[in-house]
């Protein structure tokens, strides 16, 4: 089992930055990957960051050179860094992990992108 618990959203005005944080139960070094995605309202959840077990990171295309996945080992922690925040950035962002064949998620935290 992996337990996974996200905070770090928030209301941010467009251009602005927020930290997510995703906190494992367990070593991420045991973990096959772990990747951020969003859900926004009306929409299908995608993926917007993952990092391997390696450090490789992996971005979609509409977040590139604006967010940065990043994780401390010894916190058992992946944090997504989101800078130049637009409104289509707004949704849901969950945390999610894999461990041997088991997909396990966090239960989301909110960031909101409004003036």
């Known amino acids: 089992q992996v337990q996974l618990v996200e905070s770090g959203g928030g209301l941010v005005q467009p251009g602005g930055s927020l930290r997510l944080s995703c906190a494992a139960s367990?070593?991420?070094?045991?973990?096959?990957?772990m990747g951020w995605y969003r859900q926004a309202p009306g929409k299908q959840r995608e993926l917007v960051a993952s990092?391997?077990?390696?450090?490789?990171?992996i971005y979609t295309d509409s977040v590139k050179g604006r967010f940065t996945i990043s994780r401390d080992i010894a916190k058992n922690t992946v944090y997504l860094q989101m800078n130049n925040l637009k409104p289509e950035d707004t949704a849901v962002y969950y945390c999610?992990?894999?461990?041997?064949?088991?997909?396990?998620w966090g239960q989301g935290t909110q960031a909101t992108v409004s003036s």
């Open positions: 367990r070593s991420i070094l045991s973990l096959n990957v």
């Open positions: 999610r992990s894999r461990w041997g064949i088991t997909d396990y």
């Open positions: 990092i391997t077990n390696s450090g490789t990171p």
